[in-house]
């Protein structure tokens, strides 16, 4: 798995960072003293930010979770990731966060229905991924990318409402991309 191999050093680049920061910021208030699922968390760049009372992360990388863990366990954060698939995760949480992983998904509205039964009542997920975009993102390839970016309303479901959407940061490349964050409550 790619994920793997790149784990190491995924922390070092900048543009990495600071898009965390910015969806940490924008979750930040949702997240205050809640349970949270870091779904694709990856190195916890996202949620170690977040000031919640616990954090699950959950990534199919192996290696991305245990730089999550270690990360956790230095920085004395309640957390603790797990390298597993969503499916298989049988407790509820009062928010998940998503960042930058939905653009791998293949069904994305089979994904929402499962994190919605993932969530509390009155529970919020928040989907930060690429805007619309030409395809050229990804400079190693596409072969793990199902979507080249989402308009407003790909997330449209019968399992959440929209709260708000809008652009968070934009990623610099050859080019800038942006991407946006998705608030949603569970219905």
């Known amino acids: 798995m790619r994920f793997d191999k790149e784990a190491l050093l995924w922390d070092e680049k900048p543009r990495r960072v600071e898009l965390a920061k910015a969806v940490a910021k924008y979750t930040q208030k949702d997240c205050y003293k809640k349970s949270v699922l870091d779904f694709g968390c990856g190195t916890g760049l996202v949620s170690l930010e977040l000031n919640a009372k616990e954090?699950?992360?959950?990534?199919?990388?192996?290696?991305?979770?245990?730089?999550?863990?270690?990360?956790?366990?230095?920085?004395?954060?309640?957390?603790?990731?797990i390298c597993e698939d969503v499916n298989n995760v049988n407790s509820k949480f009062?928010?998940?966060?998503?960042?930058?992983?939905?653009?791998?998904?293949?069904?994305?509205?089979?994904?929402?229905?499962?994190?919605?039964?993932k969530l509390n009542k009155n529970g919020k997920l928040f989907i930060a991924d690429l805007h619309k975009e030409d395809g050229t993102f990804h400079d190693k390839g596409n072969d793990d990318v199902f979507h080249f970016g989402f308009e407003k309303d790909s997330f449209n479901s019968e399992y959440f409402k929209l709260l708000n959407f809008e652009t968070i940061y934009s990623?610099?490349?050859?080019?800038?991309?942006?991407?946006?964050?998705?608030?949603?409550?569970?219905?």
């Open 55 to 81: 954090i699950l992360g959950v990534d199919l990388s192996c290696e991305m979770v245990k730089k999550f863990n270690y990360k956790a366990q230095i920085l004395g954060v309640n957390a603790k990731a």
């Open 94 to 117: 009062d928010v998940i966060v998503s960042s930058m992983v939905f653009h791998h998904i293949k069904d994305i509205q089979a994904m929402l229905e499962i994190l919605s039964k």
């Open 171 to 187: 990623v610099k490349k050859h080019k800038y991309f942006d991407v946006c964050i998705w608030e949603f409550e569970v219905l």
